[in-house]
């Protein structure tokens, strides 16, 4: 059952150069219970596409289309609604744990706040809630970290804290801009169990932001890949990452060290993803495409159904008859 659905979602951002759209006609769903991986290079609109979820987009910035989420339309809530929302409904937690957490403050006093102002219970309860988080992200001795400050912990440590308080409200989706990708392999994969682990106790469903294909193909069901803002190409992890279709994908994961290519030659892909502002025509990665046409760069690709839970944004197909094995 589908709980997020976004909808041609437009995110146009103020630049020094005037209005650019920083994310452009997006679709995509997440259901219940489901780990959606979006990877794509620098700039491709991955967090401007989170922080319109949870309505906190830069200054200036706008966002049009529908987000979809829990049966209501919330792109249209007030800032007083978002407030609710997030938290609540959907939590979010960054590369860097500090982001979500005070350096001046105890953890006792961030979570039981966050607790308390979101369900309204007793100091005492909201304790005790903070205790069973701080024991469900495996945080050792539970007590002793309530009085700690979020600096006393490791990288790792303070990961697992951020990801306590963005549970501690129950939310529904959480969204994890690369949560990963400042820690080491070890702790990287004591965080991956974690998640895979709330997902199959909470039912949670997790958008997951990584440029990382270990990550990719041990966490997500589904993956979608974002280039110049827009789609290139989305399916199940397996599919996307064994059989990718669209030129993009093929690249960045040949470019990318990881398990599913194992004794494969590493290759990059030429070139360096557009500016905000000065994506080029019709298909946006043309000029990069070893594949490109005359037509690419004047067609606007439109959607092609691989197979059902398979996607791609290619006018030319150029790789239908060969997929990557
Ligand atoms: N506050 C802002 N004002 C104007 N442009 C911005 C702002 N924040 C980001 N951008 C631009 O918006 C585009 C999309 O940015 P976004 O942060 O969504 O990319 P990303 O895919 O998350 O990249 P990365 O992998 O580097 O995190 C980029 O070109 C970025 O430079
Ligand atoms: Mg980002």
Redesign the pocket.
């Known amino acids: 059952m589908t709980l997020l659905r976004v909808a041609d979602l437009t995110v146009t951002l103020a630049t020094s150069a005037g209005d650019a759209e920083a994310v452009r006609n997006l679709s995509f769903e997440i259901d219940h219970g489901e780990i959606l991986g979006i990877a794509g290079e620098s700039g491709s609109g991955?967090?401007m596409t989170a922080l319109s979820i949870i309505g906190l987009l830069p200054y200036k910035g706008k966002a049009t289309g529908s987000i979809y989420f829990d049966g209501r339309e919330i792109l249209t809530s007030s800032k007083k609604e978002y407030r609710d929302i997030r938290g609540k409904d959907i939590a979010m937690i960054f590369q860097d744990p500090m982001t979500s957490l005070h350096p001046m403050l105890t953890i006792e006093t961030q979570l039981t706040e966050h607790l308390r102002h979101h369900r309204k219970v007793s100091k005492g309860s909201a304790r005790q809630s903070a205790l069973e988080l701080l024991d469900t992200v495996k945080i050792p001795d539970p007590a002793s970290a309530l009085k700690a400050h979020a600096g006393q912990f490791s990288g790792g440590m303070r990961q697992r804290i951020a990801i306590a308080m963005a549970l501690a409200c129950d939310p529904k989706l959480l969204i994890a801009?690369e949560p990963t990708t400042a820690l080491d392999v070890t702790v990287q994969a004591g965080i991956l169990k974690l998640l895979r682990q709330l997902r199959s106790e909470r039912d949670l469903s997790i958008m997951i932001?990584t440029h990382d294909l270990g990550v990719l193909s041990s966490l997500t069901d589904r993956i979608m890949i974002m280039y110049a803002g827009s789609e290139a190409e989305s399916g199940t992890a397996p599919d996307l990452l064994l059989h990718p279709r669209h030129p993009y994908t093929q690249g960045l994961i040949s470019a990318l060290p990881g398990v599913a290519r194992q004794g494969k030659v590493l290759t990059t892909i030429g070139g360096s993803p557009p500016e905000l502002g000065n994506f080029p025509t019709g298909c946006a990665f043309h000029e990069r495409c070893s594949y490109a046409q005359t037509s690419c760069s004047l067609e606007v690709p439109s959607v092609l159904q691989v197979s059902d839970n398979h996607r791609m944004f290619c006018p030319i197909n150029p790789l239908a008859e060969k997929s990557v094995k």
Do not use: L, M
């Open positions: 991955k967090t801009d932001i």
